[in-house]
């Protein structure tokens, strides 16, 4: 099992940043996907970035320049930089870790609300 603790959302107006984080604790291991899906109201999850455990990065188009993925192996902690806000951010944003080549080892966070108001 893997438990994954968000941080970092919150509200902010338009044009305004936020960092995320999420912080992975239990059977860990790599090579891993860490990443963040987001859902707005009455919408499906969508990936939003991920991050392998060597540092490779996907970003949906919608948040390419604008968002950025890292992580601190050591730490076993992934972050989302989230710059130039706009409200169709609006999203619970959820935290998840898969093992690479393993099905159905992937776990999710409980997700945290991120508002940006216009």
């Known amino acids: 099992q893997v438990q994954l603790v968000e941080s970092g959302g919150g509200l902010v107006q338009a044009g305004g940043s936020l960092r995320l984080s999420c912080a992975a604790s239990?059977?860990?291991?790599?090579?891993?996907?860490m990443g963040w899906y987001r859902q707005a109201p009455g919408n499906g999850r969508e990936l939003v970035a991920r991050?392998?455990?060597?540092?490779?990065?996907n970003y949906a188009d919608s948040v390419k320049g604008r968002f950025t993925a890292s992580r601190d192996n050591a730490k076993n902690t992934v972050y989302l930089q989230m710059n130039s806000l706009k409200p169709e951010d609006t999203a619970v944003y959820y935290c998840?870790?898969?093992?690479?080549?393993?099905?159905?080892?992937?776990?999710w966070g409980q997700g945290t609300a991120v508002t940006v108001s216009s």
């Open positions: 991050i392998d455990s060597g540092g490779s990065t």
């Open positions: 239990g059977s860990i291991f790599s090579p891993n996907y």
């Open positions: 998840y870790y898969k093992r690479a080549a393993i099905y159905n080892y992937e776990f």
